[in-house]
């Protein structure tokens, strides 16, 4: 199943509602520091309601420490930006894929997108718009791969 990887997020609130989709759905949530939070944040807990016991939560400290426990699990790092080259709905995810998100307000790091296999963009219609929400990006491309792998 994939498994979905916040990258430096910042908002508690968007972990959160983040981390409830993960418990919902039983996707292992990755969070690659640093966070612009402590995990113990009464904002984070609260957006993931009483949901905590149900997340397969799992911290690193940096994305060099993350990179190990990819390389050994294996599997594509799919990078989801606004500046990605690939609509997110012509990728065939796999089941053994990762999905990476960015921080709220810069998105992936340079080194981080230069990690990933594939860059994906959701497509959004109004050139005003710089982006959506952390929370909807990862639902989307989370329920996107759930719906063709057929979960």
């Given at each position: 199943m994939?498994?979905?990887?916040?990258?430096?997020?910042q908002?508690?609130?968007?972990?959160?509602?983040i981390a409830?989709?993960c418990?919902?759905?039983g996707?292992e949530?990755?969070?690659?520091?640093?966070?612009?939070?402590?995990?113990?944040d009464?904002?984070?807990?609260?957006a993931g309601?009483?949901?905590w016991?149900?997340?397969k939560?799992?911290?690193?400290?940096?994305l060099e420490a993350?990179k190990?426990?990819?390389?050994q699990?294996?599997?594509?790092?799919?990078g989801?930006s606004?500046?990605?080259?690939?609509?997110?709905?012509?990728?065939?995810?796999q089941?053994d894929?990762?999905?990476?998100?960015?921080?709220?307000t810069?998105g992936l790091s340079?080194?981080?997108?230069?990690?990933?296999?594939?860059?994906?963009?959701i497509?959004?219609?109004e050139?005003g718009?710089r982006s959506?929400n952390?929370?909807?990006?990862?639902?989307?491309g989370?329920?996107?791969?759930r719906?063709?792998?057929?979960?």
């Amino acid at each position: 199943m994939p498994q979905v990887v916040l990258v430096n997020p910042q908002i508690p609130p968007n972990t959160g509602n983040i981390a409830r989709t993960c418990a919902a759905t039983g996707t292992e949530l990755h969070l690659v520091g640093p966070l612009g939070f402590e995990i113990s944040d009464r904002y984070l807990k609260r957006a993931g309601l009483d949901y905590w016991p149900y997340v397969k939560l799992h911290n690193h400290e940096s994305l060099e420490a993350f990179k190990i426990i990819h390389q050994q699990r294996g599997g594509r790092l799919l990078g989801f930006s606004v500046r990605g080259s690939i609509n997110y709905l012509k990728c065939q995810f796999q089941a053994d894929d990762w999905l990476l998100f960015g921080s709220e307000t810069t998105g992936l790091s340079a080194t981080a997108l230069s990690h990933c296999d594939s860059i994906l963009h959701i497509p959004m219609n109004e050139p005003g718009v710089r982006s959506l929400n952390l929370s909807v990006s990862v639902a989307i491309g989370l329920f996107e791969s759930r719906r063709q792998l057929n979960y």
